[in-house]
């Protein structure tokens, strides 16, 4: 079967015997090339494969859900400081970094700068500075301000080439 479909391909991802195939004809005269995805199968891009990726790899459509994936991933697992050591916390141990850090981190890698300011529920107002958090606290915060399908779509192809290096 054949579709674009969220509920499809959402079910698809959650049953144990359901494979998806990409299937590219674009590679030369008579010949395609099929690219297969599992529920228990890694991500070409995340260590799990999800609807986010599916829809990115797919249908080139870029989502919420996958920026989501993406920015936590970095922030769980490839976060460093200007030192280019993991965050720890006070007693050593290796920690999720916050969202201050894992922008610095993002913008040292050379992330588009969108300086932004937030105000948090205790009312402190908070200054980032790279268009990827940007678009992360747009969608956690949905009154922060707005941002175009282009600028997702290129915050998600930043963020995948930092996942996959």
């Not at 697992?77 to 006070?90: C, E, K, P, T, Y």
């Not at 969202?99 to 890698?109: A, G, I, S």
């Not at 937030?118 to 990827?132: A, V």
Request: hydrophobic share 35%; charged share 20%; with cysteine.
């Amino acid at each position: 079967m054949a579709t674009h479909s969220d509920h499809v391909l959402k079910s698809a991802l959650e049953d144990e015997n359901a494979l998806i195939v990409k299937l590219d004809t674009n590679v030369g005269e008579g010949t395609a090339k099929a690219e297969l995805m599992h529920r228990n199968s890694n991500g070409a891009i995340l260590p799990h494969i999800t609807l986010g990726e599916v829809k990115w790899r797919v249908f080139d459509m870029p989502t919420i859900d996958f920026h989501i994936d993406l920015y936590s991933y970095i922030q769980e697992h490839l976060v460093v400081d200007s030192n280019g050591n993991r965050i720890v916390d006070a007693a050593g141990n290796l920690t999720v970094a916050n969202v201050y850090e894992t922008d610095d981190y993002l913008n040292r890698e050379g992330n588009t700068p969108r300086p932004s300011s937030f105000t948090d529920r205790s009312g402190r107002i908070r200054n980032y500075y790279g268009l990827t958090t940007y678009i992360r606290n747009c969608i956690n915060h949905p009154d922060c301000g707005t941002f175009s399908e282009h600028e997702l779509k290129y915050s998600i192809a930043f963020m995948i080439g930092l996942a996959t290096t």
